[in-house]
């Protein structure tokens, strides 16, 4: 039995990916076959981070349906298990619908768990112990997963993650459920995934950054911060969503995003079935149609 497919668009941050996504959708229209956006953003998840994240609005979508956006309370941490579970349900739907998924974003993990049919650990949130770590500095905390999972200790610091308090309360809360971290599992995915990436040279990725955290600011992200804060949404809670909530300046931003461009890049070049296309060229949507045209 032939594998139903999934178009995915991948890569770094301000390369256009969303864009490329509705463009590919709308001329997918244009010979009769409907599609729908499904985001791969880990981030973009969250009601009311709109513009710090460079969500895409309802205007830019041109009528196309997206999926996974504005799902969860910024109050709660939503997990990469919650994403997955979602993510595949709407896949099954939009297939029912005679239709063809088209999953977008930049988020690595979220990308993975879907497309490498990735089954995870299901171990329960221990509130308690959660209180106690929470107490501790993630020095401590790196200590403490160390010393009960070295392998996945090493992990964590190999990704410069040894800082991200959540990260680690979760890594030992699933140790000492399970005895140590257990490796992902992957299994056979049920679908075939036609992976697209997205990269800049980066002098032209500098210049689109620049040029997206200028509007960011203009269209009031320090507005967004506030409006956040004055619905409960704590400091501490802010910083977890990336450098663009935590205090931001127009120069850090534009640092710390091409830092991250950096990391997507070293995340994703792992995968070997991803067909990478440079996001200065243009007419993108015709060259990736002409690459899944054979598979439809």
């Known amino acids: 039995m032939r594998k139903r497919k999934i178009i995915v668009i991948l890569g770094q941050t301000a390369t256009g ?7 590919v959708a709308r001329e997918l229209a244009v010979s009769g076959v409907e599609s729908e956006i499904i985001s791969a953003d880990s981030r973009q998840v969250y009601k009311g981070l709109d513009i710090g994240t460079g969500k895409i609005s309802k205007k830019e979508m041109h009528g196309i349906p997206h999926h996974l956006i504005d799902v969860a309370n910024p109050r709660y941490k939503f997990t990469v298990v919650e994403y997955k579970k979602l993510a595949e349900e709407k896949i099954k739907e939009i297939i029912a619908r005679g239709n063809i998924p088209i999953l977008c974003g930049g988020t690595g993990f979220y990308i993975d ?6 089954i995870f650990p299901e171990v329960p949130p221990n509130i308690k112990l959660r209180k106690l770590l929470e107490k ?11 010393k009960l999972d070295s392998k996945r200790a090493k992990n964590i610091r190999e990704k410069n993650e040894q800082n991200n308090k959540v990260r680690l309360i979760r890594a030992i809360e699933i140790a000492k459920t399970l005895g140590r971290v257990p490796k992902i599992i992957k299994g056979s995915p049920r679908y075939k995934f036609i992976k697209i990436g997205l990269y800049l040279p980066v002098p032209i ?11 960011m600011f203009q269209s009031g992200l320090l507005n967004e911060i506030k409006t956040l804060k004055n619905k409960g949404i704590s400091d501490k809670r802010l910083k977890e969503f990336g450098f663009e909530y935590n205090n931001p300046t127009k120069e850090k931003v534009i640092s710390e995003t091409i830092k991250y461009a950096k990391r997507q890049m070293t ?3 792992r995968d070997k079935e991803i067909i990478w296309l440079d996001a200065s060229k243009k007419n993108l949507e015709k060259k ?3 690459l899944i045209k054979k598979d439809f």
């Open 267 to 269: 995340w994703f070049k």
């Open 113 to 118: 768990a879907i497309t490498k049919g990735i």
């Open 136 to 146: 501790k500095s993630t020095p401590e905390l790196f200590k403490i997963l160390k």
């Open 17 to 23: 990916k969303s864009d490329l996504a509705v463009k």
């Open 205 to 215: 990725l500098r210049k689109k950054v620049e040029k997206r955290v200028a509007k």
């Open 288 to 290: 990736v149609l002409s």
